[in-house]
């Protein structure tokens, strides 16, 4: 079974930083692009960033490029996600989602529960 | 960016009616050298990530009933349940991945 498991959200000032991870399990992570994608409070689905199986490659929306930073440890298993320069729309849950393949995520048949970023004084 | 609109933003409909879910993207979404539609529909519930429901269209994911389906164009689509169930109430996303950043509509509320 694919098991995706967030953590690191919290509360954060402006301004300040803020570093997730996802630690996946139940498939051969290194095979497969991942992404993540947040979602507002009471808002739609946004996709922020997406990275390539071997990490070679990485995509970003264009509100966060030069502010976060993905990345991926396949021995361990795991997706990060280091947002900096932090700004209260950057308030949501963020997903982590696997991909369908494994230079482009294209859709996600797996989702982690989510971790809570919330950026206020 | 590629834009995805759909329509209705709300359905309310009875059980065992059908029900029908429109998108549009704002240029195609067809690849001319392989000919998929690179289009998928979420279904997600009140405190609960997405669910994948179809890819590529018209592909049913693993798991979903046969009573959804999909079908469109290269800039118009459609996510049909034919029958619906209780457990069908939750909000429709459409999503793009033509290319990034990969867009979801604003998804259309399924209510009984």
């Known amino acids: 079974e694919v098991q995706l498991l967030e953590s690191g959200g919290g509360l954060v000032q402006p301004g300040g930083s803020l570093r997730l991870s996802c630690a996946a399990s139940g498939f051969t992570f290194g095979s497969y692009a991942m992404t993540w994608v947040r979602q507002a409070p009471g808002k739609g689905l946004e996709c922020v960033s997406a990275?390539?199986?071997?990490?070679?490659?990485?995509y970003y929306t264009a509100s966060v490029r030069g502010r976060f930073t993905i990345s991926r440890d396949n021995s361990k298993n795991t997706l990060y996600l280091e947002m900096n320069s932090l700004r209260a729309e950057d308030t949501a849950v963020y997903y982590c989602a696997n991909g369908a393949y494994s230079d482009h995520p294209h859709y996600s048949d797996s989702w982690g529960q989510g971790t809570l970023v919330t950026v206020s004084s | 960016d590629i834009v995805m609109t759909q329509s209705p933003d709300s359905l309310p409909l009875s059980l065992g009616e059908r029900a029908t879910i429109n998108c549009r993207s704002s240029q195609s979404v067809l690849s001319g050298s392989n000919n998929e539609i690179y289009l998928a529909w979420y279904q997600q519930k009140p405190g609960q990530p997405p669910r994948l429901i179809i890819y590529w269209a018209s592909t049913r994911a693993s798991g979903v009933p046969d009573r959804f389906s999909g079908s469109g164009s290269g800039t118009d689509f459609t996510l049909t349940i034919s029958s619906l169930q209780a457990e069908d109430v939750a909000v429709y996303y459409c999503q793009q991945y033509w290319y990034f950043p990969y867009t979801f509509g604003q998804g259309t509320k399924l209510e009984i």
């Open positions: 990275i390539s199986a071997s990490g070679s490659t990485t």
